[in-house]
C-alpha cells in the first residue's frame, strides 16, 4: 500500500506556525520577565513606606502611659533598627520614597573632582575621563554623604538597598537621585563646603583628616 505524499503547501503552513509560536513564546517570556522588574522596583520603593506602618501599627498597640513595651514590640522594633531603620521621621527628610529625577550635583563647573586631582597630583588628562579612580567614590561617600551620618547613620545601607548594582562596580543610578529635594540642597551645601575647604589646601592626607575633624566623620589613612 503506498503512502500518501505529503502536502509541500501544508508542511510550509506547519513550519510558519511552529515559529509563530516560538517567537510568541519569546514575547511572553520577555513580557513576564519585565513584569517581574517592574514589580521588584515597585517593591523596593514602597518598602521604606510598609516599615514606617508597620512601626506605627507597633506603636498603637501599646498604651502610651505604659512605661515598658511588650516583647513583641520591642522585638519588632530591634529587628526594623537591625535593617536600616534608625528613625523613620529622620529617614524621610533625608531618603526619598522614589526615584527623583536626574539633576547633576557633582558638575564640572563646581571644581569638586577639580580639586581632587590637583590635591593628589593626578594628571590633567584623567581628571578629563569620565570614569574616575575607584578612591573618588570612596571619599565621595565619606566625606559627603557621611555628613548625613549625624541625622540617619544607616543612610548609605539605604541608598545601597535601593540602588543595587547592575554589572561590575555599576549601579542602574545615582545615589542622589534617592535623596529628597530637600535632603539634596543639603547635598549641593557639603560639596561646597568641601570645595572651599580642599582650595586652603596643598595635600590630600592633611586636607582629609581636617575636614573629617572638623565635621566628625571617621578618618581612615589612605588604603590605596
Known sequence: MSKKKQDPKKQVLDETEIQKQIELQKRLEQQRQADEEKLREQIESEKPSLLHLIVEQAEAR???KKKKKNADDEMLKKYLTGVGVTSISEQDKIIAQ???PYIPHFTYDKDYYKEIFRLN????EAYKNYNK?????????RLIYGRFMKELPTIMEELRTKNKYIGFCIRRYKFFQFLTP?????LDDFIDDCIKM???????EKFE??????HELPYQGRLF
Open 98 to 100: 522614589f526615584k527623583q
Open 133 to 141: 579612580p575607584r578612591e573618588v567614590a570612596v571619599w565621595t561617600v
Open 62 to 64: 501599646t498604651p502610651p
Open 121 to 124: 597630583v593626578w594628571s590633567e
Open 198 to 204: 580642599m582650595k586652603r589646601y596643598t595635600e590630600w
Open 182 to 186: 530637600e535632603a539634596q540642597i543639603t
Open 209 to 214: 583628616k581636617d575636614y573629617c575633624d572638623l
